[in-house]
Structure formats: C-alpha cells, structure tokens
C-alpha cells in the first residue's frame, strides 16, 4: 500500500463560532506525538522523553512535500496541523481508535489537566469498521447518565444534536458518495473536527482485506468479544452522576436528513430521508392530512397497512421459498401512529416503473423478467394464509430498484438486469373481498368493476378471490409491452383498446 491513513482531523471552527478552540491543545498535547502532523512536537511534562518541542513538524506535510505514508489530501484542509490515524498505527486497544482523557486507554487524548476540556470522559468515542466495511464513530457513553455528549453533522445537519451510545456511519454510503458533505465532529463545546475520510485508489478486494485485518485485529470479527468490550469500554467521568429530574436528556431514535419529496397522492406524502446511524436511504410516508385531522378511517386505513406489512415482513422469513418470492415486495423499516403517524419502507432509487419506462421503455427481455418478478411477489402474498391481495397493481406501484445500463434495443442481446418490487399496500387486504370499484379503473379485473349486478336486490355482493390482481399484473404487463393507448375512464375489461387492432406478438416472446 503506499498510502496509510484511514481518516484525517482537521481542527474545525466556522466564522460564526469561537468553539473550536480547543482543537490546537489536543494538536499540541504530547500524547498525541504519534498522530500529529503541521505541529511542533511537544516534550512530555512529567520528564518523560518526548520529541522535543522544535519550531517545525519532523513530518512532512502531504502537499509540500511527498510522504509514502500520507495519502493525497483532497477537497477541505489541504496540509495543515491535523490528526492522522493510519492503518499502522499502533492502538491502545483492539476496538480501534479510542477518543477520551485516558492517556493508558485512549488514541487521541484530550489532556484532562486543561480546564477548557471540563467534563470530557476517560472513554468517550471510538472510530472503527462495521460488518459492511464502512468507518463509523461511536460515543461510547452511557445515554442514562448525565453529561455532555457527541455530535456530528453533515452539511450542518445534526450540529445540535448531541448523542450519547450513538453511531454514525462515515463512509461507504450512497449519500455519502453523492453528496459529499462537509463532516464535523464536535466532542465537547470547544472541540470540533472536521473529518476527512480518505478515497483509496485500491481495487475492492485490497480495501476489504485492510479492513478485514483492522476488524479481526480489534475483535469485531467475534460477536462474543465485540459486545462485552464495548460494554466494558462505556465508563463515565468519576463526576458523572446519574440523570436527575430536569436534566439533559439525549434522543435514541434515528437521526435522519431530509433529502427531498418523492411523490405525493391522495393519501398521502413519501420523503426521501437518510439514516445516518444505519447509513441508508429509507423512503418515509406520511399523511397529507395534519394530526387532528387523522381520525376515524382514515387512522384505521393507516393501522391496518402497518399491520399488513408487518405480517408480510415476518412471514418473509419463514421458508426459503418465502424469502427468496419476498424479495419482489417493498420492506417495512418502521411504522407508528403515535405521536405522528408514519411508515419507513425500503428505498428505491430509480423511482416507479412507469416513470423509468416513460424515460427508457422497457425491451422485451426487461419486460418479462418483470413480469416474472411480479408474479412471484404475488405467489408469495396469495400464498399466505390468509392471503393478502393487493387490488391496486399498476406500473406506478411497482418500484426499481436497479436497471442495468447498455440495453440492447428490441430483438438485440439480452438485457443486463432490472430489478423490481410491488409497493403501495394502501388498498390491500387480508380479508374476505367484497368492495368494488376499488384500485385504478383501468387495471380492474371484471369481479370489481361497478356494473357487476348484485344476485339478489338488497344483498351483499359476491365476494372475489386474488385473482384480481393477476388480471391487474395482466394489464400492466400488456401496457408495458406494447406502444398502445388505454382509456383512461373505462377498465380494460369494458373497452379494452383506443383506435388500432390487437398488436402482433414479436417472435422473441414465443421463443
């Protein structure tokens, strides 16, 4: 490797804040010799032998002059006083990078002696890999105690939210990639860092080895050490007193950034939001309508699509079929009605198939690995007992996850891979059916079309079984097949095509 350092601090502090000031005496302090890079090293006060307190760095600075051992600097703080924290290094402990005042136990050591650093912990954070290979800082303070806590903030997202037993994901995330935000960490009120998370130019399998070796070094690798040492690693300052009436307290939930509106109808709102805990996009639906006004059906309208998704969710684990049809169904992360109704879902990126249709349409190949998809979505869900139909199955409700690019055009090579999933369980049920006119009018099957006359005058109608929705999976398929225009105010059913006869079918789809 010619390059070393896993991420690089910078001393922080905007033009309208004097609170990072403290950044330049845990730059200068001793203890951090080994790490501190743009300073004159400072002797050891209690006589120990230290590097000397000379008017320049013995290291060079990346950007004045070469160092095998710096990486590249890009972007913010080019050069300059910073902390460097290498792969190389050699840690105190084997969790990682531990942040605190605790010079026997801590990697980056906040002098405690220093009255600016009041209220510090021995053990405050530690910069370390998850199982998926991305750099994460965790607080490692109990949230039920009293104290200050950590904060970190993208693009000035999160500045104020201080977190206590918290992780945030820093690297290795789509938004991340994407937006490249500006990171600081703030650990006490007067010292905040800007983090720089360093871009090797490796190939995969060399990155994930370097990894591999930290992570099995630090013990993360074994479940049964990772959690103990974590534990026993999570001590407060001697002064830190458990929390009182009145006093601070620090959040649990998910923080998450708001990255922009999806799509809106007539009940309700989807946002695109970024957890920055889990590192992951997560598409959040909520009401149109405010709280006091979320009552009587419309609340029970919401409490059963929760409970349906979760009873999908958990029947999604339960054989290997099952896992592997449920793979074409959107996932529910979360859900509540209390204290504003919402649900989390998965994400999908490329939006709805009528939208990447209407942009690219669709090659043969591409549409029947939908079509495929989508009936094993629907072999999962009419499969459960009691099954649950969908009643409203549309292009617009099927969502993408990923489209290859390079498609061949109509009769060329075959397709790279489009992967789909059913979304919008608004109108589903896991009940007996009888309402009609339910779902769009254009994709519904004959059974729930209003001029179905009921048997009797003055009794219920028939009730119709989850082959409405093959009829409506039926009509998308076809939408999506062929260059043909539907009636927009009658079902298929009743006035199936506008102007020209029924299109011939293209040998490949027989073959």
Not at 136 to 159: E, M, Q, V
Not at 480 to 494: E, I, M, T
Request: proline content about 6%.
């Amino acid at each position: 490797m010619a390059y070393q350092t896993v991420v690089t601090l910078y001393p922080y502090q905007s033009e309208h804040e004097t609170s990072g000031r403290g950044a330049d005496k845990v730059l200068r302090f001793y203890a951090n010799n080994h790490i501190s890079f743009g300073h004159a090293k400072v002797a050891d006060p209690n006589g120990r032998e230290g590097t000397g307190p000379t008017g320049r760095p013995k290291i060079p600075v990346p950007g004045q002059t070469p160092s095998p051992f710096s990486p590249p600097q890009q972007g913010r703080n080019q050069g300059g006083p910073r902390l460097e924290l290498r792969w190389e290094t050699e840690r105190k402990s084997r969790l990682g990078f531990i942040v605190g005042s605790s010079e026997d136990l801590c990697d980056i050591v906040i002098p405690e002696h220093d009255s600016t650093f009041r209220g510090v912990s021995a053990v405050q954070g530690l910069f370390s890999f998850d199982e998926q290979y991305r750099l994460t800082y965790r607080d490692l303070r109990n949230p039920d105690r009293a104290g200050d806590g950590s904060a970190i903030s993208f693009d000035g997202h999160g500045k104020d939210d201080k977190r206590r037993g918290f992780t945030w994901v820093l690297s290795g995330t789509d938004y991340l990639d994407q937006k490249q935000p500006d990171i600081i960490l703030r650990l006490h009120k007067f010292l905040h860092f800007r983090i720089v998370v360093t871009e090797y130019v490796w190939d995969a399998n060399g990155y994930r080895n370097a990894v591999d070796e930290f992570r099995l070094q630090s013990g993360l690798e074994d479940k049964n050490v990772s959690k103990p040492s974590l534990d026993i690693m999570s001590f407060e300052d001697k002064n830190i007193t458990a929390l009182v009436t009145g006093a601070q307290t620090y959040s649990r939930g998910s923080f998450l950034i708001n990255n922009g509106v999806l799509g809106s109808g007539t009940f309700g709102t989807v946002s695109c939001l970024y957890d920055v805990n889990k590192g992951i996009y997560i598409a959040r639906k909520e009401p149109r309508t405010d709280a006091r006004a979320f009552t009587g059906s419309r609340r029970l309208d919401w409490e059963k699509e929760i409970r349906l998704l979760r009873r999908v969710e958990e029947a999604a684990t339960e054989t290997a079929e099952a896992r592997g049809f449920s793979q074409h169904v959107v996932r529910i992360l979360d859900g509540a009605l209390e204290p504003v109704p919402f649900i989390d879902l998965e994400y999908m990126p490329l939006g709805s198939l009528y939208k990447e249709h209407r942009n690219k349409p669709l090659n043969p190949l591409e549409v029947m690995s939908v079509f495929d998809q989508l009936l094993q979505a629907l072999t999962f869900l009419h499969g459960l007992n009691p099954p649950v139909a969908h009643r409203d199955i549309k292009p617009l409700n099927v969502l993408v996850q990923h489209r290859d690019s390079g498609f061949a055009p109509f009769g060329g090579a075959e397709a790279k891979g489009i992967v789909v999933k059913l979304a919008d369980f608004g109108l589903s049920k896991d009940e007996t059916l009888r309402t009609v006119e339910i779902g769009t009018r254009r994709y519904m099957a004959p059974e729930i079309s209003d001029d179905i006359p009921r048997t009797v005058r003055g009794t219920r109608r028939p009730a119709y079984t989850t082959a409405v929705d093959i009829w409506a999976l039926g009509v998308s398929i076809y939408e999506l097949a062929y260059p043909v225009r539907f009636s927009n105010q009658s079902p298929l059913c009743k006035r199936p095509l506008v102007g020209t006869k029924h299109p011939h079918m293209p040998a490949q789809w027989v073959q």
